[in-house]
């Protein structure tokens, strides 16, 4: 069974920093483009950024410069570094794959989401 399990969201402070990690388990499973999305109350969910199983990445306008993407293929994980924190960064943040497993072809799987929240 695949699962993607997100950790390292919290509460933090403007300018605060926090990192967010997403590990994909499951049998022989390869893992392909990862990204994560954020929804904030009353809002639709948003890509904040993505990268792909070569590392090339996408971080959407509002966020660069403060949030770096990162992976490690070796262990299916990805990382989101986020610096310079500012309240309208608060939301959940979904993981997001697309990985291939054994006899069933290609997938897209979400992880159940983690909260950020900076203070106002």
């Known amino acids: 069974q695949v699962q993607l399990m997100e950790s390292g969201g919290g509460l933090v402070q403007p300018g605060g920093s926090l990192r967010l990690s997403c590990a994909a388990s499951g049998s022989d499973i390869a893992v392909y483009a990862m990204a994560w999305y954020r929804q904030a109350p009353g809002k639709q969910r948003e890509l904040v950024a993505s990268?792909?199983?070569?590392?090339?990445?996408l971080i959407t306008d509002s966020v660069k410069g403060r949030f770096a993407i990162s992976r490690h293929n070796a262990n299916n994980t990805m990382y989101l570094q986020m610096n310079a924190l500012k309240p309208e960064d608060t939301a959940v943040y979904y993981c997001?794959?697309?990985?291939?497993?054994?006899?069933?072809?290609?997938?897209?799987?979400w992880g159940q989401g983690t909260q950020v929240t900076v203070l106002s």
């Open positions: 990268i792909s199983s070569g590392g090339h990445t």
């Open positions: 997001n794959a697309q990985i291939i497993v054994p006899k069933t072809g290609e997938h897209d799987y």
